[in-house]
């Protein structure tokens, strides 16, 4: 099974500044035969349900402000908010739907500082 | 509009079994993967179960063999039966499709279901 680790656990940042969360699948989620990456990050606000932020690592799903970036290949990924807003607190996730079973990360708590 | 609305949570004890539906709106069921995503108190996300539109179904290990998903494309529903219920698996039941083909990457989610296991 691929293990999905997530840092940091959380993390505090000013209004206006960046946030950065890292991910990592213990073997690469990069499939060779169409050379995409099998992960996809997540938004989960306080009593929300979980919402699609980025799949194939990259490409953002509509309506997502352009603030966020999902980046990364094979078994290392990064989530960035380049501005944080009052709305951006929430847990973020990643999870790879490369093989069964389609593993989430632990999650990173992303709060106001 | 794609909806999803889950219902059957509640309260069990333990050893019990429960079913939970996934009722959907603006699509068909049977032309979508359809999973089941929980959330324990105080913990993250954990993906439960997927059923593949050809009917091919997957289980976590920590599920399996006491969780069955099924699709009744009538209903335009998913279950998922729970059975041997413990205390861990209290959670928050969440039922998720994608609107992308056969994509396990899930944009559309229900509100949840509540699940309690305990005596």
């Known amino acids: 099974d691929i293990v999905m680790t997530q840092s940091p656990d959380s993390l505090a940042v000013s209004l206006g500044e960046r946030a950065t969360i890292n991910c990592k699948s213990s073997q690469s989620v990069l499939y060779s035969s169409n050379n995409k990456n099998y992960l996809a990050w997540y938004q989960q606000r306080p009593g929300q349900p979980p919402k699609l932020l980025f799949y194939w690592a990259s490409t953002r799903e509509s309506g997502v402000p352009d603030r966020f970036t999902g980046s990364g290949s094979g078994t290392d990924f990064t989530l960035t908010i380049s501005s944080l807003q009052a709305e951006d607190v929430a847990v973020y996730y990643c999870q790879h739907y490369y093989s069964t079973p389609f593993t989430f990360g632990p999650g990173t708590k992303v709060d106001i500082k | 509009e794609v909806q999803l609305v889950e219902t059957g949570g509640g309260l069990i004890q333990p050893g019990g079994s429960l079913r939970l539906s996934c009722t959907a709106s603006g699509f068909s069921v049977s032309d979508n993967y359809m999973s089941w995503v929980r959330r324990a108190p105080g913990r993250g996300l954990e993906w439960v179960s997927i059923?593949?539109?050809?009917?091919?179904?997957y289980y976590a290990d920590s599920v399996k063999g006491r969780f069955t998903i099924s699709r009744d494309n009538s209903k335009n529903t998913v279950y998922l039966q729970m059975s041997s219920l413990r205390a861990e698996d209290t959670a928050m039941y969440y039922c998720?499709?994608?609107?992308?083909?056969?994509?396990?990457?899930?944009?559309?989610w229900g509100q949840g279901t509540l699940v309690t296991v305990s005596s």
């Open positions: 998720a499709t994608s609107d992308y083909g056969d994509n396990v990457f899930a944009n559309h």
């Open positions: 059923f593949y539109t050809a009917g091919v179904t």
